[in-house]
């Protein structure tokens, strides 16, 4: 838990990144918010914020008497929202830094070619 | 969302001392609320005067739409936990628990045999001879097990060690969500509960600093850390709540920043750390720090 | 937004004002020991020390005894006075106990005067029985009127509990305004309590003697039976009851 930034939004992205790399399928349930509240030791209202946040999204949907699940091409949904942002959270300070360094732009390339091929 | 409990222009003066001095808030049903501040900043005071124990000098109190004074209606739905409640010097653990049940309508007798495992508590010994963790768990269970719809812990776990209070934490968070109350949370161990709290009231010297949500509070406040020069320019004009500094580095941490102010901090070349509720709340009750010259 | 479970609603109200007075009643009798075992175990102390001196006497007597020579005793007083310190004990340890848990300033002190008016009926009732048996044994074998002693020897029992039960209440509801004072001001409370008390008995002497009624004074105890007597206390048991309340009412519960 992230003390700079609000709970119910880290409580989001944990379940958005379950969600992307695969620990939470589609149309299976998510954990409820007393069990979410309890597991993070956070108050229930916070996880339920959190919630509100996906549900609004579509990520997840509310199946009445049950519980919340993952919303049909909610991974799909994320991963394309997240590649938008790639840019702006990883690329650019990854850049500012290189720069910092004195790495050329070519420099760059090849140890990221370097590292993805691994 | 209706409020459980409405306080306005409250205060209390003892003579000279203004213990409470015009504070207003309200209190919303099922919200987790802490009321946090140093010692002597009079938490105690305005639970006392929330459950009538104490009389306001000057002011308006409304718990359930009633003035609490003498009303045993709205107090049968209160449960007022503190360490410094006063026990005949006679009366063993048990005894306590027995007085609970008779005075809790929404007393759970099994919870509280539940907890009194847990918690380990000699219910056979003398309150007198307990030792001040025993003390604070018998108090923590009179107040979870007595389903108060509006329940106020006063510092409950003074004496328990960090293993007790995490466990008082963790009973707390269980029972609240199974049975939602409205809980007053008064604490100066700010970082432990601050993820258990929806509502944040401080207080400080008998007023009211801040009345906000915790989620509003979190991350309103950043620490930028670098060259002592790239620092002070950055910090002009803004609100500083401290100023620290060694060689040449300055940290200072300011509240209100936006985004793009952020942005420009890390473009600026400074680092960003989080400022947590604790050393917000510690910070704005401390009063603000001045810069001390650079020495290079 | 839906909370997960309901919030609970307001407790059934009927009976919380009884609860809360059986309540109180149950914490001053969860120790028996402070107000029921101790009074008797000074009235037992007192009168065993009685009986001691009355035997070590007859046996030193070298002639037969004046009558009446072990009637004249007060020593039964003693465990009157001491109830004025077990109100005085019950009420300043259970006070901010029942109040800093919940209830109500009234129905602590309804259920209190509960207990006190009953204590004051077992204790009126277990003197006269223990006066009764003195009868019957003649004095104990030797004599001797303790638990009636001088003009109570010749009284009714009923009449003896009237008048102990009487005394006791005044005793217990008396004890109950210094208690009063006591929570409510602290040792200041009960400076002023005796520094008022004592003006007050001055102010009484004074006014008796200046408009010459000490002729008055005496007559009216003389002329009346000890049993109407001990009912004139009651109403200065009631008025006590009352300052107590009084006071009571915006004390704040230590803790």
């Not at chain 1, 959270?89 to 390339?109: D, W």
């Not at chain 2, 099994?110 to 307990?130: G, H, N, Q, S």
């Not at chain 3, 109403?235 to 004390?251: D, E, T």
């Amino acid at each position: 838990m992230d003390d700079g930034r609000p709970i119910f939004l880290q409580i989001a992205e944990q379940l958005e990144s379950q969600i992307i790399d695969g620990s939470m399928r589609e149309e299976t349930q998510v954990p409820s918010i007393n069990d979410l509240a309890a597991f993070h030791r956070i108050n229930p209202a916070t996880a339920l914020k959190g919630i509100n946040l996906l549900v609004d999204a579509g990520i997840l949907y509310k199946r009445r008497g049950i519980g919340m699940f993952v919303a049909e091409g909610a991974r799909q949904r994320l991963v394309a929202a997240r590649t938008e942002a790639f840019q702006d959270q990883y690329v650019r300070p990854l850049v500012a830094q290189a720069n910092a360094l004195g790495i050329t732009p070519e420099q760059l390339s090849r140890m990221i070619g370097k590292e993805a091929g691994q | 969302m209706t409020a459980v409990i409405e306080v306005s222009g409250l205060t209390r003066h003892y003579g000279k001392v203004k213990a409470v001095q015009d504070v207003s808030f309200q209190v919303e049903e099922g919200s987790i609320c802490g009321l946090l501040g140093r010692n002597g900043a009079g938490k105690t005071t305005v639970m006392r005067l929330i459950t009538g124990q104490a009389f306001a000098s000057a002011g308006n109190i409304r718990v359930f739409g009633e003035n609490p004074v003498e009303n045993a209606e709205v107090l049968a739905r209160t449960c007022f936990v503190r360490e410094s409640q006063i026990y005949p010097d006679s009366f063993r653990g048990k005894h306590v628990l027995r007085a609970a049940a008779h005075l809790f309508p929404n007393w759970d007798a099994d919870y509280a045999a539940r907890l009194v495992d847990e918690f380990r508590v000699p219910l056979d010994r003398r309150m007198k001879k307990m030792s001040r963790g025993q003390r604070s768990a018998v108090g923590v269970i009179v107040g979870l097990a007595s389903r108060a719809e509006l329940t106020l812990l006063d510092e409950p776990y003074a004496g328990l060690d960090a293993v007790a209070r995490q466990l008082f934490y963790d009973h707390l968070l269980a029972d609240y969500s199974e049975n939602p109350r409205t809980i007053i949370l008064s604490t100066h161990l700010i970082d432990e509960a601050s993820k258990l709290l929806n509502h944040v009231l401080v207080v400080d010297g008998g007023e009211l600093l801040i009345d906000a949500e915790a989620e509003d509070l979190r991350g309103t406040a950043v620490t930028l850390v670098g060259g002592h020069s790239a620092v002070e320019q950055f910090a002009a004009g803004r609100e500083t709540l401290g100023w620290d500094s060694v060689g040449g580095i300055s940290s200072v941490t300011l509240t209100g920043l936006s985004d793009a102010d952020k942005a420009a901090a890390l473009a600026a070349g400074l680092e960003l750390a989080p400022v947590s509720l604790q050393q917000l709340i510690v910070s704005r009750t401390r009063g603000t720090i001045q810069p001390e010259e650079a020495t290079s | 937004m839906t909370a997960a479970a309901t919030l609970p609603g307001p407790a059934a109200a009927p009976h919380t004002s009884l609860h809360r007075m059986v309540t109180t009643m149950r914490v001053h009798a969860s120790n028996p020991w402070t107000i029921l075992a101790t009074p008797w175990l000074v009235l037992f102390a007192v009168f065993a020390l009685n009986y001691a001196i009355w035997q070590l006497v007859k046996m030193a007597a070298t002639g037969p005894l004046a009558p009446g020579a072990f009637t004249q005793n007060g020593g039964v007083s003693y465990v009157l006075v001491y109830m004025v310190v077990v109100a005085v004990q019950a009420m300043n340890q259970t006070f901010s106990f029942v109040v800093g848990l919940g209830a109500t300033r009234r129905d602590y002190f309804l259920g209190t005067s509960l207990v006190f008016g009953a204590l004051s009926l077992v204790f009126g009732a277990g003197i006269s029985l223990l006066a009764w048996v003195e009868r019957a044994t003649d004095g104990w074998g030797i004599g001797g009127a303790f638990f009636a002693p001088w003009g109570l020897r010749t009284l009714p029992i009923w009449q003896l509990v009237v008048i102990y039960t009487s005394l006791l209440l005044l005793m217990f509801f008396g004890g109950s305004a210094v208690a009063a004072l006591f929570v409510r001001w602290g040792a200041n409370g009960i400076i002023a309590f005796f520094i008022g008390l004592a003006l007050v008995i001055v102010a009484t002497l004074y006014g008796i003697t200046v408009t010459e009624s000490w002729q008055a004074v005496g007559d009216f105890f003389t002329r009346n039976s000890a049993v109407v007597l001990a009912a004139y206390t009651l109403p200065i048991s009631a008025a006590a009851g009352v300052l107590g309340w009084l006071l009571m009412r915006r004390a704040t519960p230590k803790g």
